[in-house]
């Protein structure tokens, strides 16, 4: 990740320059490359796929829009760009921006976000879990299938680490899981899960 801009951008200039660019989010009105490669593709592709199986098989009213941003509603110059984003279908028509735009702004659209973790670690561990939990955002995936997370987030040694954050009384209440450790998701308690079937080879 890098910042591409010393000029602080408001969501509307955002949106006009970059919102159909999904290689950029905007927070704070900083402008974030996110510079995404091809195993960050891959693995981000992987769980939208075992999650549409979910989905389907539970017969959910939900969607993964394949471009979607979200802008929280008391941030003026911040736009998210969750690498995997479920929709609740019938939540949508209370979307004051989804007829003309690709944009979510109510937390109860949200039933679940991933962040497949590159070089912009600590948005994923810090920034984005406030932002996500102010929104009720039930449930939020961590993939870092390169164990790129701080010393303070996935411990030492540094290793591929999945975490479930799990909204508790407007706190995520986390759970890691390591390579070979069978994955519990809230929202899917039927998915059968583990971090290495989804690394990238």
């Known amino acids: 990740m890098t910042y591409t801009s010393s000029k602080q951008l408001s969501f509307e200039e955002f949106i006009i320059q970059y919102g159909d660019n999904t290689s950029y989010e905007l927070i704070d009105g900083e402008l ?3 510079q995404p490669n091809g195993h960050h593709e891959a693995v981000a592709g992987s769980i939208a796929g075992r999650i549409y199986v979910e989905i389907f098989r539970n017969n959910f009213n939900w969607l ?4 979607c941003l979200l802008k929280p509603l008391f941030a003026q110059a911040t736009a998210l760009r969750p690498d995997v984003i479920i929709l609740d279908k ?5 979307e004051p921006l989804w007829q003309k ?3 979510i702004c109510n937390g109860s659209t949200i039933k679940l976000v991933a962040e497949v973790v590159s070089t912009n670690w600590q948005d994923d561990y810090a920034r984005k879990v406030e932002e996500y939990a102010f929104l009720n955002i039930s449930e939020y995936w961590i993939v870092d299938f390169m164990g790129l997370g701080g010393l303070q987030f996935i411990g030492n ?4 680490t999945f975490t479930i954050c799990q909204l508790v009384n407007g706190v995520y209440q986390q759970k890691q899981y390591r390579l070979g450790e069978p994955i519990y998701s809230y929202i899917f308690p039927n998915l059968q899960l583990q971090l290495d079937e989804i690394m990238p080879t």
């Not at 993964?64 to 471009?67: D, G, H, L, S, V």
């Not at 019938?90 to 209370?94: A, C, D, F, T, V």
């Not at 040694?157 to 591929?160: V, W």
């Open 32 to 34: 974030r490359d996110m």
């Open 64 to 67: 993964i829009p394949k471009n």
């Open 90 to 94: 019938s939540e949508l028509i209370k």
């Open 101 to 103: 735009e690709p944009i």
């Open 157 to 160: 040694p540094q290793q591929p």
